[in-house]
Nanobody, 116 residues
Framework: QVQLVESGGGLVQAGGSLRLSCTASGSIFTINTMAWHRQAPGKQRESVAGITRGGSTNYADSVKGRFTISRDNAKNTVYLQMDSLKPEDTAVYYC??????????WGQGTQVTVSS
């Protein structure tokens, strides 16, 4: 089992920045990919960014060049640096991990609100 605790959400004006953090506990040695997803009101949950244990990253087209995902394996933490935020980035952001056995775990979510 893996437990995830997110932090860093909040209210920011358009053009501003926020950094989300997600710290894993439990069977952390089994974690391979760490990622962020988001869900806006009335919309499906979507992938935002992901990073493997080796550091390979991927991003949704909508956030490329604005968001940066990183991880500190020693701290079992993944970060999402969000710059140049837009009102359409408003959503609940969820931390998500995939283990080497393909088990998947979600965090509880953190609200990000971008005002225009």
């Amino acid at each position: 089992q893996v437990q995830l605790v997110e932090s860093g959400g909040g209210l920011v004006q358009a053009g501003g920045s926020l950094r989300l953090s997600c710290t894993a506990s439990g069977s952390i040695f089994t974690i391979n990919t760490m990622a962020w997803h988001r869900q806006a009101p009335g919309k499906q949950r979507e992938s935002v960014a992901g990073i493997t244990r080796g550091g390979s990253t991927n991003y949704a087209d909508s956030v490329k060049g604005r968001f940066t995902i990183s991880r500190d394996n020693a701290k079992n933490t993944v970060y999402l640096q969000m710059d140049s935020l837009k009102p359409e980035d408003t959503a609940v952001y969820y931390c998500y991990v995939i283990t080497v056995r393909n088990n998947r775990y979600w965090g509880q979510g953190t609200q990000v609100t971008v005002s225009s």
